[in-house]
């Protein structure tokens, strides 16, 4: 009886003792317990949750207030205050301190659950097989009915808000989440929590008030390395044209447009961010910088070709008219009589710019007779050759059209000199038109000078005329020089 006294007393100084501690703050939870921001106090630790394994042997972990039990599955647990504490034998009670046990013949416990718990009352529990646990819990072992339930089964334990009883008579967390007795918004999530519930914002929002806005995540950099689009709750990154997403979908990568998809017509260059299209020579970019157009080398310059300039994709050539080859541009004479002419064999060839003519090899008319090549003279012992000039002296010759003029083209000169001799010099014929001029050089010799353009093709056949007259005036004679002058078609 002393002894049931003497805890009693106990009981009553720890109780006043934690009445009259400091409140305790979020630093000062004791083991077992954590702080509960939201609740603004301590909340037990359910060890049973968050120790793997915690109970060894096949035994049941129980959870209680700065604890937990491991029990035997067939255990139950009873919590009662309604009744009034009874004073039981001094022997049960010795028997009970010493061993741990309480008798169960019509005892009834009452505690107070630490750390603002609850209060739970059961009806007295009856039968050899109860023991009083931590916190006034009535634990109750009945291995040969495991299922069995209180004697009073109808009978309700009291729970706090946010908890119910279970049809194991415990008070269990109500998930409000789940049961939608919760008063969140539609733009909120439910978090579940021991004894109550929270709101919280969708990934990407955040609380403003009582209501959710979505975070403008491009407001806070570094997110993206060149773009950054925001979206409602979320964000997703961009790159400039040029530039592709690399696998982080974070930072940007060049694009090689000349492997991807080659869109130069020609020549592609990559460079950061673009490329750039070229043309290969003879070419020139489009308006659209990617397709490559022929350049008309012919239309830039007239100075490309001598005679004609013809344009070809990507390059030029020059062409030369008939009787000319085309020699870097330049267009050359061809001379046919060193390769290749239909002239008779009784004929002479004569190559002039651009062409060529046959001539008879004995140009000779009666009564003049050849003597030399191209030298004709007329016998004095033929009455008929002393009004005629003694010697006809044939002479080829050929010019560009369109020659500058004045120009000296041709010089005469008397072969044979003698002393006490005049000569003079004349154009006999061919000169009708005056493109001629013949200036006497000296004495013996005299020049013809070209004075009109010419054009060809054309053949001139010009009569130049030396007299020669005595100064004694013993005799009188003349020669006479047949200049043939053939005009090309072109100043070339």
């Not at 106090?41 to 949750?49: G, L, M, N, P, T």
């Not at 044209?241 to 020609?266: H, R, W």
């Not at 010697?391 to 000169?413: G, H, L, W």
Request: glycine content about 6%; hydrophobic content about 30%; proline content about 6%.
């Amino acid at each position: 009886m002393w002894k049931v006294l003497f805890l009693t007393m106990l009981t009553l100084a720890l109780v006043k003792s934690q009445d009259t501690e400091e409140t305790i703050t979020y630093t000062q939870c004791t083991d077992g317990y954590e702080w509960d921001p939201i609740r603004q106090q301590c909340k037990d630790i359910d060890e049973c949750d968050i120790v793997p394994d915690a109970c060894k042997g096949g035994m049941k972990c129980v959870n209680h207030y700065g604890g937990y039990l491991c029990l035997p599955k067939t255990a139950q647990i009873i919590v009662n205050n309604e009744q009034p504490q009874q004073e039981t034998p001094a022997a049960e009670a010795a028997s009970g301190a010493s061993t741990g046990g309480v008798s169960a013949s019509s005892m009834a416990a009452s505690g107070v659950v630490p750390g603002g718990g609850f209060v739970a009352s059961a009806a007295a529990v009856v039968g050899p097989e109860v023991q009083t646990g931590r916190n006034n819990f009535v634990i109750r072992r009945n291995p040969a009915d495991p299922q069995r339930i209180p004697s009073n089964p109808s009978h309700r334990i009291q729970c706090p808000a946010g908890y119910e009883q279970s049809e194991h008579n415990l008070c269990q967390d109500i998930d409000e989440c789940v049961t939608g007795t919760h008063n969140c918004r539609a733009d909120q999530v439910c978090i579940n929590l021991r004894g109550s519930f929270t709101c919280q914002c969708l990934p990407g929002y955040q609380k403003r008030g009582e209501q959710c806005v979505d975070i403008d995540e491009c407001a806070v950099p570094p997110y993206c390395q060149q773009r950054c689009v925001n979206t409602p709750g979320s964000f997703y990154c961009q790159c400039s044209p040029g530039f592709q997403l690399a696998a982080n979908n974070y930072t940007c990568v060049d694009i090689n447009e000349c492997d991807a998809s080659n869109q130069c017509a020609q020549q592609c260059y990559n460079i950061l961010g673009s490329f750039i299209c070229q043309c290969n020579q003879g070419y020139e970019l489009s308006s659209d910088r990617l397709n490559c157009e022929d350049i008309d080398e012919c239309r830039t310059s007239n100075y490309l070709c001598q005679y004609q300039c013809v344009n070809e994709p990507g390059t030029f050539s020059c062409m030369c008219p008939q009787g000319y080859q085309e020699v870097n541009r330049i267009c050359q004479d061809i001379n046919e009589c060193e390769t290749t002419n239909e002239c008779r064999e009784d004929e002479m060839c004569w190559n002039y710019h651009g062409g060529f003519r046959c001539y008879p090899r004995n140009p000779c008319q009666d009564p003049y007779i050849l003597t030399t090549e191209n030298r004709c003279i007329c016998p004095v012992s033929n009455a008929i050759c002393r009004e005629l000039p003694y010697s006809i002296a044939y002479r080829y010759m050929s010019i560009r059209s369109d020659r500058a003029v004045p120009s000296d083209i041709f010089q005469i000169q008397a072969t044979s000199v003698f002393t006490n001799t005049i000569n003079t010099f004349r154009i006999k014929s061919g000169n009708e038109n005056g493109e001629f001029y013949l200036r006497q050089t000296s004495a013996v010799s005299a020049m013809l000078v070209l004075v009109k353009p010419l054009s060809g093709p054309r053949e001139y056949i010009v009569d130049l005329e030396m007299l020669m007259v005595s100064s004694i005036g013993t005799f009188r004679t003349s020669s006479l020089l047949r200049l043939t002058i053939i005009v090309g078609p072109f100043s070339f």
